[in-house]
């Protein structure tokens, strides 16, 4: 993601999380910390035909990576994207050498805490009322990486993977 990629990434963030849709402000302050060597953040988007569909951000501290947000286009759920893009996000937390992995999910979202379980997530417990103004609470999901297993997260689905066409499971959105 750079800073051309604002202004779209927030017409889909307001689509999709109109309650509590980042401000360009916040998408500017993790950009901020993406680039040169002291980087913290890795921010990706994905396009289509020219328009982006999606979006995915993760901050590393120390061994311990958040991921801050995945999102994609309604009309993108389905095909993989949100696979692909937590791949993504994985793949950098191993490059942040982090021993660990956090999200927060809505607990009403099951088809995304579906997807994180396929790659090793586990919920860990909840934050009463962490998405506002609709006071839902999240549930917080943890992967630990395994030393022994390959440095690149597998996915585990190769169909998705082998797909030349990016786009996600309906519901793969998750707010950080």
């Given at each position: 993601?750079?800073?051309?990629?604002?202004?779209?990434?927030?017409?889909?963030?307001?689509?999709?999380f109109p309650e509590d849709a980042w401000s360009a402000g916040m998408f500017w302050s993790?950009?901020?910390?993406?680039?040169?060597?002291?980087?913290?953040?890795?921010?990706?988007?994905?396009?289509?035909?020219?328009?982006?569909?999606g979006y995915a951000g993760l901050a590393a501290a120390g061994d311990l990576a958040d991921?801050?947000?995945?999102?994609?286009?309604?009309?993108?759920?389905?095909?993989?994207?949100?696979?692909?893009?937590?791949?993504?996000?994985?793949?950098?937390?191993?490059?942040?050498?982090?021993?660990?992995?956090?999200?927060?999910?809505?607990?009403?979202?099951?088809?995304?805490?579906?997807?994180?379980?396929?790659?090793?997530?586990?919920?860990?417990?909840?934050?009463?009322?962490?998405?506002?103004?609709?006071?839902?609470?999240?549930?917080?999901?943890?992967?630990?990486?395994?030393?022994?297993?390959?440095?690149?997260?597998?996915?585990?689905?190769?169909?998705?993977?082998?797909?030349?066409?990016?786009?996600?499971l309906q519901g793969e959105t998750t707010h950080g």
């Amino acid at each position: 993601m750079r800073w051309w990629d604002i202004e779209p990434v927030l017409e889909l963030e307001h689509e999709l999380f109109p309650e509590d849709a980042w401000s360009a402000g916040m998408f500017w302050s993790e950009l901020a910390h993406a680039r040169g060597p002291g980087a913290t953040r890795r921010y990706l988007v994905a396009e289509e035909a020219g328009r982006l569909v999606g979006y995915a951000g993760l901050a590393a501290a120390g061994d311990l990576a958040d991921v801050q947000t995945i999102a994609a286009a309604r009309d993108q759920w389905g095909t993989g994207l949100g696979a692909r893009l937590l791949t993504e996000l994985l793949r950098a937390a191993t490059a942040f050498e982090c021993a660990e992995v956090l999200l927060e999910v809505r607990v009403d979202n099951v088809r995304a805490q579906k997807l994180y379980a396929r790659f090793g997530f586990e919920p860990i417990g909840f934050r009463r009322g962490y998405y506002q103004p609709g006071n839902v609470d999240a549930l917080v999901m943890r992967r630990v990486s395994d030393p022994a297993a390959p440095a690149d997260p597998v996915d585990p689905d190769p169909a998705l993977s082998d797909s030349a066409h990016s786009v996600p499971l309906q519901g793969e959105t998750t707010h950080g």
